[in-house]
T-cell receptor
Framework: GNSVTQMEGPVTLSEEAFLTINCTYTATGYPSLFWYVQYPGEGLQLLLKATKADDKGSNKGFEATYRKETTSFHLEKGSVQVSDSAVYFCALVDFSGDDKIIFGKGTRLHILP | SAVISQKPSRDICQRGTSLTIQCQVDSQVTMMFWYRQQPGQSLTLIATANQGSEATYESGFVIDKFPISRPNLTFSTLTVSNMSPEDSSIYLC???????????FGSGTRLTVV
C-alpha cells in the first residue's frame, strides 16, 4: 500500500540556518504530494504541493521537488525564521485510487533566535 | 480553496459524557473527512461522511463511539461518545473540494477528557 516516511524530529536550528526535512514515499500509482504545516494550537495548513514528477512546489520561501526516481519530496528553506517553528507533515494522495490522504508522522521544527 | 469553520475550538469534558463537533464548509462538497490527532502524533482518519448515506469508518473506529451526521453538502458533525481520558486528542474535519488544491482542514477541536 501507499505510505509516507519522513525524518524524525524534533529538528532544532538557529535562525537563518538552512533547513531540509526529508520525505520519501511509496505508491502504486502516480500520487500528488503535499507538505502541510501545523503551527502551535492550530489546524493543518497546506504549505505547498506538486502533482507530477519534476514539479517544484514553493511557498513562503519553502520549496520541494517531486523526484520520481528517488520517490522523494524533501522540504527545504534557505533561511529559517523563529516563526517557522511548527510541525511539518509530508503527505500523498493517489487520485487514481481511493483519494485518501496519507500522512507521514510529522517533524517538529524548533527555530532558536 | 474551501474555507472550513470548525467548533468548538477546544473543550474540557468529564469522562462518560459526549461532545459534538461541528464543521461548516463555505461551498458544497461531496465528501467530508474526520481525523483524530493524538498528542504528538500524526493524523488518523476516523471516517468519511457522504451526504445521504452512512459514514464509512476506518478500522478501529465504530459508529457507536463516533456517530457522524451529514445532513447536507456543507455541514457535518462528529460526536465523541462516552468519553474517556484516552479520547483526549485534536479532532479535525477536512474536505477535498478541488483536487488541484489538495485537502483543506478545519482549525481543529482540542479535546481534553478529565
Amino acid at each position: 500500500g501507499n505510505s509516507v516516511t519522513q525524518m524524525e524530529g524534533p529538528v532544532t536550528l538557529s535562525e537563518e540556518a538552512f533547513l531540509t526535512i526529508n520525505c520519501t514515499y511509496t505508491a502504486t500509482g502516480y500520487p500528488s504530494l503535499f507538505w502541510y504545516v501545523q503551527y502551535p494550537g492550530e489546524g493543518l495548513q497546506l504549505l505547498l504541493k506538486a502533482t507530477k514528477a519534476d514539479d517544484k512546489g514553493s511557498n513562503k520561501g519553502f520549496e520541494a521537488t517531486y523526484r520520481k526516481e528517488t520517490t522523494s519530496f524533501h522540504l527545504e528553506k534557505g533561511s529559517v525564521q523563529v516563526s517557522d517553528s511548527a510541525v511539518y507533515f509530508c503527505a500523498l494522495v493517489d487520485f487514481s485510487g481511493d483519494d485518501k490522504i496519507i500522512f507521514g508522522k510529522g517533524t517538529r521544527l524548533h527555530i532558536l533566535p | 480553496s474551501a474555507v472550513i469553520s470548525q467548533k468548538p475550538s477546544r473543550d474540557i469534558c468529564q469522562r462518560g459524557t459526549s461532545l459534538t463537533i461541528q464543521c461548516q464548509v463555505d461551498s458544497q462538497v461531496t465528501m467530508m473527512f474526520w481525523y483524530r490527532q493524538q498528542p504528538g502524533q500524526s493524523l488518523t482518519l476516523i471516517a468519511t461522511a457522504n451526504q445521504g448515506s452512512e459514514a464509512t469508518y476506518e478500522s478501529g473506529f465504530v459508529i457507536d463511539k463516533f456517530p457522524i451526521s451529514r445532513p447536507n453538502l456543507t455541514f457535518s458533525t462528529l460526536t465523541v461518545s462516552n468519553m474517556s481520558p484516552e479520547d483526549s486528542s485534536i479532532y479535525l474535519c477536512s474536505v477535498d473540494r478541488d483536487r488541484a488544491e489538495g485537502y483543506t482542514f478545519g482549525s481543529g477541536t482540542r479535546l481534553t477528557v478529565v
